[in-house]
């Protein structure tokens, strides 16, 4: 539409509208709140069939109580590597209304230290998550039978959960 008295033109556009719901049919809410918590529990989701041959990142989202709101598949990769997309984590988050995180994902080849790649996903991760107020509680790195916990090791992510 174009006013031609002013001299300006204003167009009329249509964008598209974001729509965000939740909802939940489980009254009965689990709550992590250390390591070993996260460590049994996401392994209860995780196919065992696949964990020693391919490289999966999940992503746990939860409120202000650490009880969870839901598991997020990030991405599923090869043997040695798979994406983790900062953009997208956060996004998921925010969406789901998530106060904290906890990142998962497995080595296939059952060797629990993490990469420098792990190391520097976690830092940048933690940098980004300050900036919109969400909580990085944890980043663990999972085999069949053990974990590390970068929350527990490392001197990346400053928080009291262990």
Request: with cysteine.
């Amino acid at each position: 539409m174009c006013n031609s008295i002013v001299g300006y033109c204003f167009f009329l556009m249509e964008i598209a509208e974001i729509k965000v719901t939740y909802s939940t049919n489980k009254p009965d809410k689990i709550k992590l709140t250390t390591c070993q918590e996260v460590y049994e529990f996401i392994i209860s989701k995780w196919d065992l069939d696949i964990i020693e041959f391919q490289e999966e990142c999940k992503l746990i989202l939860l409120n202000r109580a650490n009880c969870v709101l839901g598991i997020y598949e990030l991405s599923k990769g090869g043997i040695a590597g798979t994406v983790v997309d900062i953009r997208v984590i956060l996004s998921v988050a925010l969406k789901c209304n998530a106060s904290s995180i906890i990142l998962v994902h497995n080595h296939p080849s059952g060797n629990m230290k993490p990469s420098e790649a792990d190391k520097k996903i976690t830092e940048k991760l933690k940098n980004a998550c300050e900036l919109l107020d969400i909580h990085l509680l944890d980043h663990l790195i999972i085999s069949k039978y053990e974990y590390y916990s970068f929350a527990k090791n490392e001197n990346i992510i400053n928080h009291t959960f262990s």
